[in-house]
């Protein structure tokens, strides 16, 4: 089956400083890949629509100079948390939808960040 | 894309089936219904998506009703690893967006 891979699964940082998470397409080519973002006992939130080459498409609410996004290959997009603050701590969840088969999308580990 | 409406929670014997309902009176007729399902902590797991028919799959079998207004998630044997939150979602061609799920408890 399709698999979809996040790195790292968690990570600790200090506020300020910047996050990089990446989201991988392990056995398929993805054009396009979203980012969700999920607090504790709360659902999933979209967050942006990447599409590969292409500017990413924010969420109302979401900050583009905050959350970069890039989608630079069919199996790769990266969201980068800018100047992490403590509430930016979440569950970062990605998922890709298969070239050919917008049907379906499968959804990555996800990576728990922590603002300190 | 329309939205859906589940129970917020549902318990369940092991071993038994579990049916979790879900509501999607407005959806149009090249909708399709997804259920995810997210055990704690991990990213949503892909269960089952149709249109029209019933379907039916190794992990479970999605009944939709002929008005296509309401459906049904059938997890045939449920054992204690089947406890999640389960998400029934509506959507024609764009992203996935999730409403608060079915959190389902199976108990020994």
């Known amino acids: 089956g399709a698999v979809v891979s996040q790195h790292p699964s968690w990570v600790i940082c200090k506020s300020g400083t910047s996050v990089k998470i990446e989201c991988r397409s392990l056995d398929f080519q993805a054009t396009t890949m979203f980012w969700y973002r999920q607090f504790p006992k709360q659902s999933l939130m979209l967050m942006a629509t990447s599409n590969e080459g292409s500017k990413a498409t924010y969420e109302q609410g979401v900050e583009k100079d905050k959350f970069l996004i890039n989608h630079a290959s069919l199996t790769l997009s990266t969201l980068t948390v800018t100047s992490a603050h403590p509430e930016d701590s979440s569950f970062y969840i990605c998922?890709?939808?298969?070239?050919?088969?917008?049907?379906?999308?499968?959804f990555g580990p996800g990576t728990r960040l922590l603002v300190l | 894309d329309a939205k859906t409406t589940q129970p917020p929670s549902m318990d369940c014997a092991e071993g038994r089936a579990a049916n979790l309902p879900c509501n999607h009176s407005?959806?149009?007729?090249?909708?399709?219904v997804y259920w995810y399902r997210q055990i704690h902590s991990q990213g949503p797991q892909y269960i089952i998506h149709?249109?029209?028919n019933n379907e039916t799959n190794e992990m479970a079998s999605l009944i939709i009703t002929e008005d296509r207004k309401s459906s049904t998630l059938i997890l045939p044997h449920a054992t204690l690893r089947d406890t999640a939150v389960y998400y029934c979602?509506?959507?024609?061609?764009?992203?996935?967006?999730f409403g608060a799920g079915t959190r389902l408890t199976v108990k020994p």
């Open positions: 407005t959806i149009s007729g090249n909708e399709y």
């Open positions: 998922s890709a939808r298969e070239i050919g088969f917008v049907e379906t999308q499968y």
């Open positions: 149709g249109l029209k």
């Open positions: 979602i509506v959507r024609l061609n764009n992203d996935m967006r």
